[in-house]
């Protein structure tokens, strides 16, 4: 793997790889950018859910065209705390220039994918390696990477963070398109176990 370019912007790149049966792959490089945590009016020093929205980097055409790759990807992010569904690993990969703990997600019997975390401030996980293959509906396999990190000693996780385990389960329970983009024609779309590496 050539080397990573630096990432300026307060995110997370990600770089997702989709494969529709008898389509081409489709690649593209994305950001997860965090919106700020939502604010009280009450004395209470609570700490607040943030939010996060995608989008795709400059040179990877056009906005149309990668829409449905993103509103793919939504469904396959985690940025969240620990859960009884994640476990360490026992080894660590750099981003950030640290060494990030690596967390194994437990996918759910019958389901063909693995999925991994990296820690990347105390208690707060992201996913960093998820590949899936399906023998269902029109997508053929999906991989997601995350390729540079660049956040905040304590970013505010977002709200809807464990997406991955929702949709992992939907998976699970035998959901009949496993990436189906809601409100798209299938048309329009097609128109316009191995352990994580750290991408160098």
Not at 111 to 126: S, T
């Amino acid at each position: 793997m050539g080397k990573v370019r630096p990432l300026t912007r307060t995110g997370l790149r990600y770089r997702i790889l989709l494969k529709l049966k008898g389509e081409p792959m489709q690649e593209a490089n994305f950001l997860l950018l965090p919106t700020p945590p939502t604010t009280s009016v009450n004395k209470v020093k609570k700490r607040r859910l943030g939010g996060w929205r995608l989008e795709a980097e400059r040179g990877e055409g056009t906005p149309y065209a990668q829409a449905p790759l993103l509103a793919r990807a939504e469904r396959l992010l985690f940025f969240s705390g620990p859960s009884p569904h994640t476990a360490p690993e026992g080894y660590a990969l750099r981003f950030q220039g640290r060494a990030c703990p690596v967390w194994k997600v437990a996918v759910p019997k019958g389901v063909k994918a693995f999925a991994y975390l990296v820690e990347i401030a105390p208690k707060e996980l992201v996913l960093c390696d998820l590949s899936a293959r399906f023998d269902r509906g029109d997508v053929e396999s999906v991989e997601l990477h995350l390729e540079a990190v660049n956040l905040p000693n304590r970013p505010a996780p977002p709200e809807n963070g464990t997406s991955l385990l929702t949709t992992l389960k939907r998976w699970a329970d035998g959901e009949a398109e496993p990436l189906e983009v809601p409100g798209s024609e299938e048309e329009d779309l097609k128109e316009p176990e191995a352990g994580p590496t750290s991408p160098g």
